[in-house]
């Protein structure tokens, strides 16, 4: 505040030249000096002011300009995998099979439905099997598989048809799977059991399935080569998109005995041998890891370097003996013993 000084009124004090509370100074020196701190005051305050909004506003340049750029890279992502990648993949990183930036806001994701061939090129499709080497008739389940309900089976309509193109024998097969029309009375869904031999509502069997798989993860053959292999063997018809469709379903149904192999390694007392190797993923580092004994072995693929991997396949509370090379990841394993590596040593 701002301070006004009268020496001349009529309280006039004898001692306003020379105040002792001020130690001899004057009255009008300290208002004089008041004000001009008052001033200096105002002008600090507005250059607080000043800085601050510029900071204000060079933060909001700042996020905006980070938006922008997590957009562009987002974009450049999805644009370099966008013509190889899989339906799954663009769903993970925010597109669809039609759009390679369907996050952004003003593009609405209407339509799902799965991207066809592009603009010029043909569509492929199976051919459906005309004849059929012999046919199995299926009854329906007992039980509802879904809420395990009580089944009625229905004599109208007729049994739902499944052909199904398999190699049984060494010979290319078409077989016909007849399902008797059942009904959850619980939760009102049509339910159908698998048959011998069969998969629900897969066009190819599960030993024309496996064939591929041993020829692609154990003979280690290309996936664009065993579809030619089959197709000149057989004559059996599929797509290298069909066979990675395979390899994806082996690993859901593979899935617990995986898990059962970490427990079983976990709760082992005797030597666990654990190791990780670089491997590229989409240009980008990543590891595979092992952790093996005498009688099991478990791979696992991640992103991570770090220890916790391996203590997460063994377990917090792993008491058997950890053989391993001088990686310092391992240090904090939790183990019985542990053994370093003598090659590694």
Not at 41 to 56: I, N, Q, V
Not at 297 to 325: A, K, M
């Amino acid at each position: 505040m701002r301070f006004s000084f009268y020496p001349q009124h009529e309280h006039n004090c004898p001692n306003v030249s020379h105040c002792p509370h001020l130690g001899g100074a004057a009255l009008g020196t300290l208002v004089l000096l008041a004000n001009e701190q008052e001033l200096s005051r105002r002008a600090m305050h507005a250059s607080l002011d000043a800085a601050r909004a510029r900071g204000d506003r060079l933060f909001e340049e700042n996020q905006r300009l980070q938006k922008e750029l997590d957009q562009v890279k987002l974009e450049l992502k999805l644009e370099r995998r966008h013509k190889f990648a899989t339906n799954k993949q663009k769903q993970e990183f925010g597109g669809t099979a039609d759009t390679p930036n369907a996050s952004a806001a003003d593009v609405p994701v209407t339509d799902k439905k799965k991207r066809g061939a592009p603009v010029g090129h043909p569509g492929w499709f199976r051919k459906t099997p005309t004849q059929y080497d012999w046919a199995v008739d299926v009854a329906a389940p007992k039980e509802c598989p879904h809420c395990s309900g009580i089944v009625r089976v229905f004599e109208e309509p007729a049994p739902a048809e499944h052909l199904q193109e398999d190699i049984i024998e060494g010979r290319y097969r078409v077989v016909l799977y007849r399902h008797e029309a059942a009904r959850c009375e619980a939760c009102g869904k049509w339910v159908q059991k698998a048959g011998d031999g069969e998969i629900l509502n897969s066009r190819i069997g599960p030993h024309l399935r496996s064939t591929a798989i041993y020829l692609r993860n154990v003979i280690g053959i290309s996936y664009r080569k065993i579809p030619q292999a089959i197709e000149e063997l057989f004559g059996i018809t599929f797509t290298p998109a069909a066979l990675i469709g395979f390899e994806t379903m082996l690993a859901d149904k593979a899935k617990p005995i995986v898990d059962d192999i970490a427990k079983k390694l976990g709760s082992s007392d005797d030597a666990v041998h654990a190791d990780e190797t670089y491997w590229p993923l989409n240009g980008d580092r990543a590891y595979y890891w092992v952790h093996c004994d005498a009688r099991f072995c478990h791979f696992q693929f991640d992103t991570s370097r770090s220890g916790q991997v391996s203590r997460d396949v063994l377990g917090e509370h792993f008491t058997g003996t950890l053989v391993t090379d001088c990686y310092a990841g391992y240090e904090a394993h939790s183990a019985g013993a542990k053994q370093k590596c003598q090659a590694h040593l």
